[in-house]
């Protein structure tokens, strides 16, 4: 059976790569030639042992590849074609799915619902980090590259920028707004992005690293709170003339910057959370206002789907994103252990890594 190179889960703080068989598609799938991918905070959570995968599974949900080959029962695309499939990969015929939450796909069990229920690459079937990836559902999830837009354009489309965006859309945001987002990691980065998109006049993007504040602004930022020199929550509300925000984005999940996006918001404020987090959280009695304070808390897995795919590269085709400025550093599939060593210590000003076998 021919092998592949892929990046393998083997136990907390142990990524390693190793050899697969190639995937064999069945009736319904697609198995991509990977181009290029990339690493994710919550692969570097997988890392860490902080969200619990197989022993043994390929990980990354955020591929850009080439149609190997079909299966039997896939309609509208061929082989050989450029395309992308979103994290978040939908079958369009569950009960979430018909519901309207397509990235709970799958979340449902006998036993209730389990988080991350839509994602599968790397969390629940192999994922992107290798030379092939099998696409499940490929007719609903498989989107065509436009051929004048490289892998590193659309690169951010499959996760991050779908995320991102999801945090501004989910928070309602409106024109003339003013939207709080604490973070400005990638996600962060895109969320001020789709925040600009949506139609906020007035941005306050929290963040400390210097390159992360340079390009926040670059994304759309009107301010930065920097929170190692002031009081976030005091200046925020002072650029707000003590209102508050009518939209806080949390975007990278920890228990002060979840906090700090409930003390900024204005009376009736929404709390978009997008962060991953790792332990329980704690709502405080005054930030909250007792429960009184007309506030919305959401929370977003990214949308994924063909269409989700075609609607981000049409807005990376307009020029009004560009996320090519988030890829930092690249490196071959043979070296993703050094990747990974580099994207989970944050090191030399990492925002993202391209990966190409």
């Not at 959280?281 to 994924?304: E, K, N, Q, S, W």
Request: net charge negative; proline share 6%.
């Amino acid at each position: 059976m021919p092998k592949m190179k892929a990046a393998i889960f083997v136990e907390p703080g142990r990524i390693v790569l190793d050899e697969k068989p190639i995937p064999d598609p069945g009736p319904l799938d697609a198995v991509i030639r990977i181009t290029t991918t990339t690493i994710c905070g919550t692969d570097v959570h997988i890392l860490k042992g902080e969200y619990p995968v197989a022993k043994g599974l390929t990980i990354g949900h955020e591929p850009v590849g080439i149609i190997e080959k079909l299966g039997s029962q896939v309609r509208g695309f061929e082989e050989g074609q450029r395309v992308i499939a979103g994290a978040i990969t939908p079958s369009g015929t569950s009960n979430a799915c018909l519901c309207g939450v397509h990235s709970q796909d799958g979340a449902e069990t006998r036993h209730g619902w389990k988080a991350m229920g839509g994602w599968k690459f790397g969390n629940t079937i192999d994922g992107a980090q290798a030379e092939y990836l099998l696409v499940p559902d490929a007719t609903a999830n498989l989107a065509p590259v436009p051929d004048d837009l490289s892998d590193e354009q659309v690169l951010m489309c499959p996760d991050i920028l779908s995320t991102g965006f999801s945090g501004a859309e989910r928070g309602n945001i409106r024109i003339g707004d003013t939207v709080a987002v604490f973070a400005q990691g990638p996600i962060g980065l895109c969320a001020t992005a789709g925040a600009k998109l949506m139609g906020a006049t007035t941005i306050i993007a929290v963040e400390s690293i210097p390159a992360r504040i340079d390009m926040a602004r670059r994304m759309g930022a009107d301010h930065v709170v920097d929170f190692k020199k002031t009081n976030v929550v005091s200046e925020v509300m002072r650029l707000t003339d003590g209102r508050g925000v009518d939209v806080a984005v949390e975007a990278l999940g920890r228990q002060e910057t979840f906090e700090w996006g409930l003390r900024v918001l204005r009376p009736g404020g929404t709390l978009s959370s997008l962060g991953v987090y790792s332990a329980d959280l704690r709502i405080p009695l005054d930030a909250f206002a007792a429960g009184l304070g007309d506030h919305t808390i959401v929370t977003t897995l990214c949308p994924g789907g063909k269409e989700r795919m075609r609607r981000l590269m049409r807005v990376v085709a307009s020029n009004k994103v560009d996320t090519r400025p988030l890829v930092t550093h690249r490196f071959k599939l043979e070296h993703i252990v050094e990747a990974y060593d580099l994207f989970a210590h944050q090191r030399d000003g990492v925002l993202k890594v391209a990966i190409t076998p």
